[in-house]
């Protein structure tokens, strides 16, 4: 299921990816000095090639890799680790309820980790082919593959800025900093907020 949605992101992983190069791209070298329509294409194929090249790195970096840096925590990362905590804060279930409808999964001496594992067999498993989830599954993976992506090119420009030769690309733009940060920005809260959505679509479901 997992690769399948992953397989269908592709295309979209892409097409953010070609937008945002292409951004860093007009803000490095200056809109003003490209425009010929020939320039514009060899750009945009350069951003549509490095795109398909990151798209393919993020597909070889670990789940995991990327999920913690979504989420920012070396250990226990996935939100279902926290789902208690997200049933109490969700307008759209009772925590008695879920409480009285899966005990093992909400014990108060239960660990993350294990949390997560229970909620994975007796709450999401049964339901992952709904609608609601399936749809919160894809944009989760759709905006942890792009901020992953994105976070791989700020650390290169910031790398580049500090050690890189000047002469070959020129002092890098602060614009360049500006959009990549921004943008990993957008993309690191729509991943969070697609991986507790996905979470809560499942228990909510399956009640």
Known sequence: MASDLKSANNPKITALLTVVIFLCAGAQYSFA?????EEA????ALSLGFSAFLVLLTNLTPHNLKHKLVFTRL???MPACRVDELCKKDIRVSFEDVCTRWPSVFEDSLCPSERNSRWYKEIYKPVLN???VTQAHRDF???RDVFSALF???????TWGVWGEIEFVGTINTAVYYILIGSSLLTLIAARNSGNRLVMNAVAAAL
């Open 33 to 37: 000095v490209i425009p010929a329509w």
């Open 41 to 44: 294409l060899i750009t945009g």
């Open 152 to 158: 791989v090119m700020l650390v290169v420009a910031i």
């Open 130 to 132: 709904e609608k609601s």
């Open 75 to 77: 250990s226990n990362e």
């Open 141 to 143: 993976l759709l905006y």
